[in-house]
């Protein structure tokens, strides 16, 4: 897919830290009828983010606070890049490579609290519960 993509600068995808991710990610990107341009883009923008932290490694899991901080740049390309790094954590959930964080706040609590109430007393089936 990459090499389709890029057909003079694959290598530079193929051989970064984590190329096999960006090469599953461009699959992903055309499954879900992202247009030739703006995935080239967005792989673009990964390969960046991914390449500038030591934090990820193929293969590896991913973290969500990791990711965050990775694809958070200065300057007129920072909405750009947080919103490949939305997709890019939309690929990893999809993947089951994705470590999310646990968030604590009173909202997230009070949500975690009455999905568990539905769950258990009011004996909601789990697609209930995502569409509830």
């Given amino acids: ?9 694959h290598r530079r995808y193929e051989c970064s830290r984590c190329g096999a991710e960006l090469e599953a990610f461009a699959c992903w990107l055309v499954e879900q009828g992202h247009r030739r341009h703006p995935l080239r883009l967005h792989l673009h ?9 030591h934090r ?15 694809f958070v740049v200065p300057g007129a390309s920072a909405y750009m890049y947080s919103c490949t790094g939305r997709i890019f954590s939309r690929f990893l959930a999809d993947t089951k490579r994705l470590i999310r964080v646990e968030r ?3 909202l997230s609590l009070l949500c975690r609290r009455y999905r568990q109430y ?3 007393v009011r004996g909601f089936s789990v697609p ?3 569409h509830h």
């Avoid at 897919?1 to 600068?9: G, V």
């Avoid at 923008?45 to 932290?53: D, K, N, Q, T, W």
């Fill in 104 to 106: 604590t706040d009173p």
């Fill in 56 to 70: 990820f490694r193929s293969g590896a899991m991913f973290r969500e606070a990791d990711l965050r901080e990775a």
């Fill in 128 to 130: 209930s519960l995502q």
């Fill in 1 to 9: 897919m990459l090499q389709d993509l890029f057909p003079r600068d």
């Fill in 45 to 53: 923008r990964a390969r960046e983010a991914l390449g500038r932290s």
């Fill in 118 to 120: 539905l769950a258990e």
